[in-house]
Nanobody
Framework: QVQLVESGGGLVQAGGSLRLSCTASGSIFSVMDWYHQAPGKQRELVATISGGRTNYAEPVRGRFTISRGNAKNTMYLQMNSLKPEDTAVYYC?????????WGQGTQVTVSS
């Protein structure tokens, strides 16, 4: 059974950095995404990595970097210059045979 496990969230001051990790057990996916969901808001796409290509939501472009590990079942999100509005639960996501597969989420809290 394929599972996604995130780690690396935490509490950081505005301007700080965090690195999130996602490990997929049981398979390797060519396309992997990070989403986040702030309290009372819908889940939103943050960044996508597909092969060697990356794409970012406008609010994080230039501050966040998505990457793959040497073990292709891992994915990272380096978050720099964090802002209070980045506070959310961050989720790793893939499509597994056409179905959405989500990790359990990791909380990121940015204090002002």
């Amino acid at each position: 059974q394929v599972q996604l496990v995130e780690s690396g969230g935490g509490l950081v001051q505005a301007g700080g950095s965090l690195r999130l990790s996602c490990t997929a057990s049981g398979s390797i996916f060519s396309v992997m995404d990070w989403y986040h969901q702030a309290p009372g808001k819908q889940r939103e796409l943050v960044a996508t990595i597909s092969g060697g290509r990356t794409n970012y939501a406008e609010p994080v472009r230039g501050r966040f970097t998505i990457s793959r590990g040497n073990a292709k079942n891992t994915m990272y999100l380096q978050m720099n210059s964090l802002k209070p509005e980045d506070t959310a639960v961050y989720y790793c996501h893939v499509l597994n045979y056409g179905r959405d597969l989500w990790g359990q989420g990791t909380q990121v809290t940015v204090s002002s």
